[in-house]
T-cell receptor, first 111, second 116 residues
C-alpha cells in the first residue's frame, strides 16, 4: 500500500528552526509535496520535490531522498503565524495528479 | 487572485438523505478533485476528474458517491444516501496541466457535512 508517516506534534520557539520529517512506503510516487493547513481550513501548497536534494522557497525548504524514501520540511525564522498543521503528500499518479497525504504534523510555535 | 469556491460552507443532514456539494474551480484549470478530512485526521483522496470523466477514484468513492460537471464552471459531489460516517470536511481542488505535474493543487475552504 501507500502510506506516509510524520510526527504528530512538534513544538518550537519563535525565531528557531524546525524540521518536520516524512517517511513513506510506496512504489510509484513521482514526487513529494508539502501543504500547510490552518485550523482545518484549505490546505495550501508550500513546496514540491521531484528530484533528490533541497528545494528552497523563502523561509521554507524541502528535501527529498528517494533511496531512503524520506523527506523533510525545514522552517526557518519561525513566526507565530507558522503554527499550523503540515502535511507531506506523495504524488501518486502523473496522469491524474492524485495526492496521498500523511497524517499531518501539528506545529506549535511559542513566544 | 483566483480561488476555488465551495458551497455550502456547512450542511447538516439526516442519515439517508441526499447531499450535493458544489465547487467552482479556478477558471482555466482542467483537473478537478474531491478530498475529505474527518475531524483531526488526514486529508483523503476521493476522486479525480478530467476531460468530463472520472480519471481515478479511491475505495471510499463507492456507488453512493458521484461527481458531475454540469456546465463550464461548476463541479459537484453528490452523496446519494448519507451515513453517519460520511460526516467530514469535503475539499474541492483544481489544478492546471503544468501544476498537476508539480504536486500543486489549489484547495477550496471546504464544505463541512454533518450527518445526524
Amino acid at each position: 500500500g501507500q502510506s506516509l508517516e510524520q510526527p504528530s506534534e512538534v513544538t518550537a520557539v519563535e525565531g528557531a528552526i524546525v524540521q518536520i520529517n516524512c517517511t513513506y512506503q510506496t512504489s510509484g510516487f513521482y514526487g513529494l509535496s508539502w501543504y500547510q493547513q490552518h485550523d482545518g481550513g484549505a490546505p495550501t501548497f508550500l513546496s514540491y520535490n521531484a528530484l533528490d536534494g533541497l528545494e528552497e522557497t523563502g523561509r521554507f525548504s524541502s528535501f527529498l531522498s528517494r533511496s531512503d524514501s524520506y523527506g523533510y520540511l525545514l522552517l526557518q525564522e519561525l513566526q507565530m503565524k507558522d503554527s499550523a498543521s503540515y502535511f507531506c503528500a506523495g504524488c501518486g499518479s502523473s496522469n491524474t495528479g492524485k495526492l496521498i497525504f500523511g497524517q499531518g504534523t501539528t506545529l506549535q510555535v511559542k513566544p | 487572485e483566483p480561488e476555488v469556491t465551495q458551497t455550502p460552507s456547512h450542511q447538516v443532514t439526516q442519515m439517508g438523505q441526499e447531499v450535493i456539494l458544489r465547487c467552482v474551480p479556478i477558471s482555466n484549470h482542467l483537473y478537478f478533485y474531491w478530498y475529505r478530512q474527518i475531524l483531526g485526521q488526514k486529508v483523503e483522496f476521493l476522486v479525480s476528474f478530467y476531460n468530463n470523466e472520472i480519471s481515478e477514484k479511491s475505495e471510499i468513492f463507492d456507488d453512493q458517491f458521484s461527481v458531475e460537471r454540469p456546465d463550464g464552471s461548476n463541479f459537484t459531489l453528490k452523496i446519494r444516501s448519507t451515513k453517519l460516517e460520511d460526516s467530514a470536511m469535503y475539499f474541492c481542488a483544481s489544478t492546471s496541466a503544468r501544476e498537476q505535474g508539480t504536486g500543486e493543487l489549489f484547495f477550496g475552504e471546504g464544505s463541512r457535512l454533518t450527518v445526524l
